[in-house]
């Protein structure tokens, strides 16, 4: 791909924020009537996401990070690459329990929820003209988010257009309530 023709322009910034994963409760803990499990890993927090999953506060020295790479292709879509730390995706199917340092990523284009991603690559469909910023988010496979500090563990990167894309509302269909 030519840079030199101007057909896309890439600004890539990328904000990692770190969590980290604490506790010792056996993945086998059943939630009490407060949502919390009795040998919970981390703390819920009142503070919710866009789709209202409880963040789950963790902390310590093996916090899971993430990064988030977006790169532009020849068709107009993007390949975006994550970059974990002291965090593993689970394979789809995965119980809903919180684990420290697992789960699911959930990548949102403009704050709008795009997929849940079990592996560290997607293919991301050619987005309109104009600067996007694409997020990836960890979650617990219960559905909370992981957090540190009160703030959720994610990346994003910022992504400019340049050329003419697709109409809004032809970014691709949402992943869906089941994933």
Known sequence: MSWTR?????????????????????????????GESPAAVGRLLDE????????????????????????????????????????RLSPPG????????????????????????????????AVPRGTHHVTARLYADDGTVWAVDGEPVESTAAITVSRPGPAPGARGADAGPGG
């Open 48 to 87: 919710t996401d866009e789709e209202g999953r409880r963040y789950r506060e963790i902390g310590g020295e093996h916090a899971p990070r993430i990064g988030i790479e977006v790169q532009p292709e020849d068709d107009g879509s993007w390949d975006v690459r994550l970059r974990l730390r002291d965090f």
């Open 6 to 34: 101007g057909i896309l322009a890439v600004l890539a910034v990328c904000v990692t924020l770190s969590a980290g994963s604490a506790g010792c409760g056996s993945g086998d803990a059943r939630e009490t009537g407060n």
């Open 94 to 125: 995965e119980r809903a329990r919180a684990v420290p340092g697992q789960g699911l990523a959930h990548l949102y284009v403009d704050g709008r929820l795009v997929t849940r991603l079990h592996t560290r690559e997607h293919r991301l469909p």
